[in-house]
Nanobody, 129 residues
Framework: QVQLEESGGGLVQAGDRLRLSCAVS?????????????VGWFRQAPGKEREFVAA????????RYADSVKGRFTVYRDFAENTVALQMIGLKPEDTAVYYC?????????????????WGPGTQVTVSS
């Protein structure tokens, strides 16, 4: 059973920055043994559906973003910490949501869909105006 853990959420003001991290509980992403691993970030605001934010492709280091966060969010692999980080700058009140990381194989799951097999419990990000 793959368990993911998010960290780094919190309460910030509009315009601030925040860095979220996603780690494999008790292990590393390399040891998951998932072919063409993709690690995705999603978010869900109250009363709304879970939406795609960003994704990192393990084998070719490709990154993808939702239009709403392009230029403000950066997803990358943190080699030192064995995590996949989501650096967020220029935060807006509409970025307020619970942020989830997820992992799956790109061979079976489209990176932008919330159909990943493995999910973390989420971390709250609240941006005040």
């Amino acid at each position: 059973q793959v368990q993911l853990e998010e960290s780094g959420g919190g309460l910030v003001q509009a315009g601030d920055r925040l860095r979220l991290s996603c780690a494999v509980s008790g292990g590393t992403f390399d040891r998951l043994g998932i072919s063409y691993l993709i690690v995705g970030w999603f978010r869900q605001a109250p009363g709304k559906e879970r939406e795609f934010v960003a994704a990192y492709s393990w084998h070719d280091r490709t990154t993808r973003y939702a239009d709403s966060v392009k230029g403000r969010f950066t997803v990358y692999r943190d080699f030192a910490e064995n995590t996949v980080a989501l650096q967020m700058i220029g935060l807006k009140p509409e970025d307020t949501a619970v942020y989830y990381c997820a992992a799956d194989s790109g061979l079976t799951t489209a990176y932008y869909t919330p159909n990943y097999h493995h999910w973390g419990p989420g971390t709250q990000v609240t941006v005040s105006s």
